[in-house]
Structure formats: C-alpha cells, structure tokens
C-alpha cells in the first residue's frame, strides 16, 4: 500500500504565498516522479508542476512559471509547491501524484493521488 498526504492549503489573498506538501509513503520501492495538479469547479483537473526523483527536472504549467516553485525531499519522500503571487484563478482544490514503483510489483509504474487540498484566493 502506498499512500499520498497532502497538507497547507487554505485561504489567501490575492498577491499573497502559500506552500503545499506532500509526503509518499508505504511500500515503496522507488519513485519516479512527483507533481500537482488542480480542479477547480466546473472545470478539468490540469496539470500544475512535476518534479523527477532522479535528477530533480522541473516541469510547470504555463499559468504557474515564475510563481510557483516545486521542488523535493528524497530522504523524506516529500513533495513541496512554494506558490506566490497566486491569482483568483489559482484557487481550486490541488491533488498531489506521484508515479511509483510499489515494492510488491517493482517493474511497474503506478500512479498514485491524494486526498485533495483546498486553495482559496480571495480578498
């Protein structure tokens, strides 16, 4: 069993910083890649960042660059969004993932999600 926490979400204003983390654990034989992605409501769930285990590559969504950093915590196999300067459009509830391989089947990749945190923005 592997399983994703997500945790900081919450209300701020417009202009102002919050920071996501995510922590992977379970059975656990390695992780390839961990990331974020949003829904708000009415719309589908889009990609927000990724970051790879191996060799810390960045990805982002073209809304997010230059506001929002993603960046990890192997020994803890953790996950942290740092956002800043959000925007009203950013409000929606984000879901961490994390593509893994589990110790009972190591040759296979699954995907992995979490619970869901909330993110306001609003003055």
């Known amino acids: 069993q592997v399983q994703l926490v997500e945790s900081g979400g919450g209300l701020v204003q417009p202009g102002g910083s919050l920071r996501l983390s995510c922590a992977a654990s379970?059975?656990?034989?390695?992780?390839?890649?961990m990331g974020w992605f949003r829904q708000a409501p009415g719309k589908e769930r889009e990609f927000v960042a990724a970051?790879?285990?191996?060799?810390?590559?960045?990805y982002y969504a073209d809304s997010v660059k230059g506001r929002f950093t993603i960046s990890r915590d192997n020994a803890k196999n953790t996950v942290t969004l740092q956002m800043n300067s959000l925007k009203p459009e950013d409000a929606a509830v984000y879901y961490c993932?994390?593509?893994?391989?589990?110790?009972?089947?190591?040759?296979?990749?699954?995907?992995?999600w979490g619970q869901g945190t909330q993110v306001t923005v609003s003055s």
């Open positions: 993932n994390a593509d893994i391989r589990p110790s009972s089947t190591p040759r296979i990749v699954l995907r992995y």
């Open positions: 379970g059975s656990i034989f390695s992780i390839y890649r």
């Open positions: 970051i790879s285990w191996s060799d810390s590559s960045t």
